[in-house]
């Protein structure tokens, strides 16, 4: 089967048994990504399921260690949904560039990376080459609206 | 009245009984912004009234929600002048890209969009489409200097 | 003695009795850097001795300003290992952008603007003009791993 770019993505989360949700909607006066000349900003993204948030609170307390890697899983899913409608397709997309990871924490854990792992790996799974990026953990006390995990993601596009 | 796109900025700030202030100076061995190649990066801004701090502590602890927004409004007007600053006028402006925005919070406080819809909204008032932005919230538990608001913005521009 | 720019900013580290360390490696499913038509994200820093950490714990409580001063200069000497690791030597870079910094606060810790001098400090010292850069401070609690510093830089370079 030959297809496009944008199918071998969706066939490969096919794959993993994910499907695109819709793109989340902005909770405020602000737009979910900007295009710049090949450039492109996301705002923050948390773990929606059908458009509800899920998996609150803080891993290592509230959450698993295999919980919050579940949530960054989802949070990472929801970032390719809106890559993809911001490009129209993942044609156009050249790949990954910076990851900021936001992990809701309890005091004493420390295993962020492993949580912002399952972030990685999916975004790798999904897009190969183009889903490698730079990284940095960070392990708040809380996050607004009590979410657990939050991702700011910039990209590259061909214009 | 036909004026220039700078003309129009500061006009519709003085419609909104604004007036740019000055371009607040570095607290360290930074500078203010950098220019690179049609993307612009400004150092982070805080709430600042003729030059000095103002509003200082958590939302929901020691300001209210209304504290809060006055400080995301007045930081947000930092900014622009800090743009203008930087591009001589708004003219070459064309837009803005990605702000990240920091509210300092009370533990049990969980309005930070709110808050930080005081900054966006006067982007927007003032910049029109412009003004537009991805956003990213966060709720840490203090900033530097006991601030309540941080605001990190990029922009693009013409060289 | 005529050298490169490279040559140049490795004499100025010497001058100052600095060697430029390994790169440091990911911990993760996450590149280093990424590079994108002239503009290069890092993954975050933190402070590193011959790829061990060190520094461990809050600027304020278990470290000394000094000591959060040196974690901050350690840190930046890791970054500039990275960039020229990233671009092969210091000849192609433009100059840094933006810097972010993450300096982990005793709750009355205001002095963060200091510590992360000493990391600007360094840059200017090594990279001159091409080390001036936009800047953010942060206050956090805690830092993944008990970490103290964390500097996340974007770049310039020439293609």
Redesign the interface.
Known sequence: MIGTPDDAVVQRLAALGLILPRPSK?????????L????G????HWPLRDGMPVHLGRVGAELTLEEGRAAARLTALGVLSSIREALSDFGPL???????G??A?A?DF?R???V??AA??LF?QALGERG???????????????HSI?L?V?F?YDE
């Open positions: 902005p909770i405020g006066l602000y737009r979910p990504f900007r710049d000349r090949g450039t900003y996301l705002s923050g050249r790949g990954l560039l910076r990851v900021d936001y992990v924490s005091a420390q962020q990376p492993e912002l792992d990685s790996e790798i490698q990026h730079a990284r940095t953990s960070f392990a708040p006390a809380r996050l607004p609206t009590n939050k700011v910039t590259s």
